[in-house]
């Protein structure tokens, strides 16, 4: 069973909407990277039944994020993020320019587009 590590970041953001058995067995195999015999022997539970469980929980994990995309939001919200930070860098590089007004009214103005085309993210 190969493990997927996008279960990791999704348990991050929806583990507390699983049982508690499946949230320990899903935390034990992605964050303690246990294999399944050694979860079973943890739990004093079958390996089958530790597998089966992981399988529960990812299918819930994946529909959650399905219907929520909150871990899709948020990775959007922080590319957003990194191209607003970017963009204050050059603004602020261009001030210490000597064409200081074109430099910044352009940059400000590809600032304030970038926001604006982005701001689906903020809702």
């Given amino acids: 069973m190969a493990k997927d590590l996008k279960f990791a970041d999704l348990i991050l953001v929806y583990g507390g909407m699983l049982t508690e058995k499946q949230r320990d067995v899903l935390e034990l195999y992605y964050d303690e990277d246990l294999s399944l015999g050694e979860i079973a022997e943890n739990l004093s539970i079958s390996r089958q039944g530790v597998r089966d469980s992981i399988k529960r929980g990812e299918e819930t994990l994946?529909?959650?994020?399905?219907q929520l995309g909150l871990m899709r939001k948020q990775k959007a919200?922080?590319?957003?993020?990194?191209?607003?930070?970017?963009?204050?860098q050059v603004l602020c590089k261009s001030l210490s320019s000597?064409?200081?007004?074109?430099?910044?009214?352009q940059n400000a103005q590809t600032?304030?587009?970038t926001i604006e085309s982005n701001s689906d993210i903020l809702d």
């Avoid at 994946?62 to 399905?66: A, C, K, S, V």
């Avoid at 919200?77 to 204050?88: G, K, M, V």
């Fill in 98 to 105: 000597s064409s200081i007004p074109h430099l910044v009214k």
């Fill in 111 to 113: 600032l304030l587009n």
């Fill in 62 to 66: 994946e529909q959650l994020e399905e």
């Fill in 77 to 88: 919200f922080d590319e957003f993020i990194d191209t607003l930070t970017q963009q204050a």
